[in-house]
């Protein structure tokens, strides 16, 4: 069983919809998680950096992390054809070394 | 513009033959690491270094070396040994090992 399970997708939706995308895990020594997005052909782009449980907001995307029930998630709301492409979730401990673990991305697809 | 620059953006490499694959930064980051991307297999660490003249297997290094001689490059060679080297190389680099990581736009591998 992997670390950290992610559904690939493919997910499409509309112009504008709340886009909800999630990982669970069963590490509990995960204690700082990432989301990442990831145009084709070109390398993760770090979007949001959370550690431990709660909610964090920048803009249009949203971070929510539960550990008692190692899930996290991530919103986008009103979304654009712009945000159409693979989301990675990942994570890691909070000793120093302590390696990235990744899921393997949801792609998304939003439709004008 | 501060980043990290991987090169080629693709490579073809023969039977036996070994083929480098170049990662420079002008982040002023300590730590580097190499991950290989796979289809429905998300990012897997080949070999990371948190110091210049030091470095560590990841979860796959077999078939692969590296050297981190300066601070801003980190190449990776793809030996002969590594049977199946068709895949996505990614570069990333962190301010130190437990600050997030930040990606190079990658290189795609093909054998020839």
């Known amino acids: 069983q992997k670390e950290v399970e992610q559904d690939p997708g493919p997910l499409s939706v509309p112009e504008g919809a709340i886009v909800s995308l999630n990982c669970t895990y069963s590490?509990?020594?995960?204690?700082?998680f990432m989301w990442y997005r990831q145009y084709s052909r070109k390398g993760p782009e770090l979007l949001m950096y959370?550690?431990?449980?709660g909610n964090k907001e920048d803009g249009r995307f949203t971070a929510q992390v539960d550990k008692s029930s190692k899930y996290i998630s991530l919103f986008i709301r009103d979304s654009q054809p712009s945000d159409s492409a693979t989301y990675l979730c990942?994570?890691?401990?909070?000793?120093?070394?302590?390696?990235?673990?990744f899921g393997e991305g949801t792609q998304l697809t939003v439709n004008p | 513009d501060g980043g990290i620059t991987q090169s080629p953006k693709y490579l073809f490499r023969k039977e036996g033959q070994n083929v480098t694959l170049s990662c420079e930064q002008n982040l002023n980051h300590d730590a580097m690491y190499w991950y290989r991307q796979d289809p429905g297999q998300g990012l897997r660490l080949i070999y990371y270094s948190q110091i210049v003249n030091d470095f560590q297997k990841g979860d796959i290094a077999e078939g692969y070396s590296v050297s981190r001689e300066k601070k801003e490059s980190f190449p990776l060679t793809v030996t002969s040994a590594q049977k199946n080297p068709t895949a996505f190389y990614l570069c990333?680099?962190?301010?130190?090992?437990?600050?997030?990581?930040?990606f190079g736009d990658g290189t795609r591998l093909s054998i020839l």
């Open positions: 959370t550690y431990s449980s």
């Open positions: 990333a680099s962190s301010d130190t090992d437990d600050q997030p990581q930040h």
């Open positions: 990942a994570m890691r401990g909070k000793t120093s070394g302590s390696r990235l673990t």
């Open positions: 590490n509990s020594a995960f204690q700082y």
